[in-house]
């Protein structure tokens, strides 16, 4: 079961590209995002991290243990960006572009700043625990990037 929940994220990114090359339209999305930018926006980046804020907020103390850390009040802190992250996401399916390319950004700066501290802990403390170098680390790394990908392509 921890492994199911460890990969949530993961799977909401490949079920949102899954989605998207399928073309099958989100049924809320703006019309000029296309099919796979609306479903990486609400269901690759805005679930996980709704997901994320829920859980750092009522479950501190099992998701720091699962990311091989002590438990601290920052997690408070993560998970309100979360919060707005994946709030923002969802929004961003239902406005367009612009509001895409705000929360790519946002979601890019949060994202990748997470992943090199969970890097920057792999190399020296060799932490390998599931949520520090498990599927949330490769999720934290492609979403922005792949969100930047399609964004790119829309406006070739």
Known sequence: MKQLVAALPAICYAVALTLGFLEVPQPFGADGLGPTLQWMLSLGLGVPSLWAAFSHAVFADHVAQSIGWAPSP???????????????????????????????FVAAGFLWSAASTHIADMVRSKNFAINNAGPIFWWDILTPLTLLIGLLLLHR
């Open 74 to 104: 920052f997690q408070k802190e993560v998970a309100g960006a979360n919060l707005g992250i994946g709030l923002g996401a969802i929004a961003a399916s239902v406005l367009g572009p612009e509001a895409a390319w705000a929360m790519t």
